[in-house]
């Protein structure tokens, strides 16, 4: 009996059935997605995956990667995603990927943890019990994501030449950091995200705010405890709150408790630091709590809804009090739903209001249909009762888009073979003070690979009429990865805006960098930022070398 065991012990190791390394997303928001696979699948915060938009019956490597996903939040059957690096809007139906590091370790958690159950599936009906009951008690080695630890550390230079004051270049020396640190000292703490700031700045002149700044503000970074056997988790850092997207960005953080398989709640504080969220204000202040309730599961019909209580403070004084609702309906990879809503609370003779009772401050609803991989449809709604506070010198980015349309619009998206794609939003705003609606159209073409140059090229126009004020932009991007270890992007824009939050009225600005990834262990990045303009006027150049672990 003891030798048919050892005989079938390889036949049960084959036929173990492999991780998946490959899912789904099923759900887009605004800078983040859902998956299809979660913890029972292997996956874990800090995770990395790699977003493809396959055509029908190609090969997985043959379509280019569009964007870049960081694992941040981890349910049984889903994961929430951050969205980095996107080169072309993420929808339902693309395929994200796990990098090679990733996928590698979770091969080797998924046979660690088969080989530790072979003790149990095959039995022997001959044997000294003493013997298998000291076998229990043999030292096995910790487990790969036990203190794992990748990332990168890097020191930054940069110089300002402002064109407006004419004053000597503003010199700055910073530090650039990358991690992943997952399981620290054996716990289930982790450590996840990127961080950008300054050691030292050289100037005799004010600092001017760079476009390279802005853009760098919207890292994520912090603390995240997630253990699959207690109710609790928590994080702290730059983070969203994953049961409430829409709260955006927060300097602070999280606790939560799971109720039971369907049910969460938990609290969150901090502040507001994003200069692409609606409610921008580094000096803003909020905290709340909310309830969260989910069922289904992504191969069928599944909701999320999350219901919030939340207080805003400006410079530490009494701002906003308002209740929050955050829903969405998907199903299959076919349809889905999403819904968020702030509703404010107001009192009578309280910031010289003259009437008491509940009002809408923020809504937004899309809809997305998705007949066919290659054509997707959405139907918005976007409503401010008040005036958004985001930075508007990035609006020729393309980080505002989900902001510039204010009421009903319309956008398709058409996937052509060759790489080609081409996008576009209508809609249709009324100002109360205006008898007539004006329209907003948005229009965009990818090329992933110009002439076979390998060179993916993204060219967008917008024209906007809100609340905050009317304008258009023109943008192109250019993006080369010429080998496997050196990355060359560039973007260059130009923006008309008229408001009275900005005097900034007519601008053109130019970005570039390189990556190159030299040695085992070491990378180097250059870059150069041109902005013109009547408020702003300079040139920024800046480079990073550093150490990868």
Request: some cysteine; proline content about 3%; charged content about 25%.
């Given at each position: 009996m003891r030798f048919a065991a050892l005989i079938l012990l390889p036949a049960i190791a084959i036929a173990q059935p492999q991780p998946r390394t490959s899912f789904q997303v099923r759900y887009v928001a605004a800078d983040a997605v859902y998956l299809d696979g979660g913890r029972?699948?292997?996956?874990?915060?800090?995770?990395?995956?790699?977003?493809?938009?396959?055509?029908?019956?190609?090969?997985?490597?043959?379509?280019?990667?569009?964007?870049?996903?960081?694992?941040?939040?981890?349910?049984?059957?889903?994961?929430?995603?951050?969205?980095?690096?996107?080169?072309?809007?993420?929808?339902?139906?693309?395929?994200?990927?796990?990098?090679?590091?990733?996928?590698?370790?979770l091969k080797m958690l998924h046979a660690s943890r088969t080989a530790r159950k072979y003790a149990q599936v095959v039995s022997f009906t001959e044997g000294d019990p003493i013997e298998e009951e000291a076998r229990e008690y043999v030292p096995r080695p910790p487990l790969p994501?036990?203190?794992?630890?990748?990332?990168r550390i890097g020191f930054e230079h940069n110089s300002i030449s402002d064109h407006i004051t004419r004053g000597p270049a503003t010199s700055q020396q910073g530090v650039v950091l990358r991690a992943d640190m997952t399981r620290i000292g054996g716990s289930y703490w982790n450590f996840t995200g990127y961080w950008r700031g300054r050691f030292t700045s050289r100037s005799r002149s004010a600092s001017t705010d760079t476009i390279s700044n802005l853009i760098n503000r919207t890292y994520h970074i912090g603390f995240y405890y997630n253990n699959p056997n207690s109710r609790y988790t928590a994080g702290f850092g730059r983070l969203l709150v994953p049961w409430a997207s829409s709260l955006s960005t927060i300097d602070g953080g999280y606790f939560a408790r799971r109720l039971n398989r369907h049910a969460t709640t938990g609290v969150f504080a901090g502040s507001t630091p994003d200069p692409t969220a609606w409610n921008y204000n580094p000096n803003r202040q909020l905290a709340g709590s909310f309830l969260?309730?989910?069922?289904?599961?992504?191969?069928?019909?599944?909701?999320?809804?999350?219901?919030?209580?939340?207080?805003?403070?400006?410079?530490?004084?009494?701002?906003?009090?308002?209740?929050?609702?955050?829903?969405?309906?998907?199903?299959?990879?076919?349809?889905?739903?999403?819904?968020?809503?702030?509703?404010?609370?107001?009192?009578?003779?309280?910031?010289?209001s003259n009437v008491s009772g509940a009002v809408i401050s923020r809504s937004f609803f899309t809809a997305r249909y998705q007949p066919a991989r290659f054509l997707s449809l959405d139907l918005n709604h976007n409503y401010f009762r008040g005036i958004p506070t985001f930075d508007t010198r990035l609006l020729g980015t393309g980080l505002l888009d989900q902001l510039l349309f204010q009421g009903l619009s319309a956008g398709a998206r058409f996937d052509f073979p060759g790489g080609v794609s081409f996008y576009g939003t209508l809609g249709r705003n009324r100002r109360d003070t205006e008898q007539r609606a004006s329209w907003n159209h948005m229009a965009g073409i990818t090329v992933r690979d110009v002439g076979g140059s390998g060179i993916r090229v993204d060219?967008?126009?917008?024209?906007?009429?809100?609340?905050?004020?009317?304008?258009?932009?023109?943008?192109?991007?250019?993006?080369?990865?010429?080998?496997?270890?050196?990355?060359?992007?560039?973007?260059?824009?130009?923006?008309?805006?008229?408001?009275?939050?900005?005097?900034?009225?007519?601008?053109?600005?130019?970005?570039?960098?390189?990556?190159?990834?030299?040695?085992?262990?070491?990378?180097?990045?250059?870059?150069?930022?041109?902005?013109?303009?009547?408020?702003?006027?300079?040139?920024?150049?800046?480079?990073?070398?550093?150490?990868?672990f």
């Open positions: 029972d699948a292997g996956l874990a915060e800090g995770f990395r995956l790699v977003v493809r938009r396959l055509k029908p019956g190609a090969p997985d490597l043959s379509a280019p990667p569009i964007a870049e996903l960081i694992v941040v939040s981890i349910a049984a059957t889903s994961a929430v995603c951050e969205v980095r690096s996107a080169q072309s809007p993420l929808a339902v139906g693309d395929t994200a990927f796990l990098n090679a590091e990733d996928a590698e370790l994501e036990i203190n794992r630890v990748r990332g969260n309730f989910e069922a289904g599961n992504f191969e069928r019909l599944r909701y999320t809804g999350t219901t919030g209580l939340a207080i805003s403070r400006l410079g530490w004084k009494a701002e906003r009090e308002y209740a929050f609702f955050e829903n969405s309906l998907m199903y299959k990879s076919t349809l889905s739903l999403f819904h968020n809503m702030e509703v404010d609370r107001r009192t009578r003779g309280r910031f010289d060219a967008r126009r917008s024209r906007f009429d809100s609340s905050f004020g009317t304008g258009e932009y023109y943008t192109v991007s250019f993006v080369r990865n010429l080998t496997d270890r050196l990355r060359v992007e560039s973007q260059i824009g130009k923006q008309t805006f008229q408001s009275p939050l900005s005097d900034q009225r007519r601008a053109i600005f130019f970005a570039t960098n390189a990556d190159w990834l030299f040695g085992d262990h070491y990378f180097i990045g250059l870059g150069h930022a041109m902005y013109r303009g009547r408020v702003q006027n300079y040139d920024q150049i800046y480079g990073n070398v550093g150490y990868r």
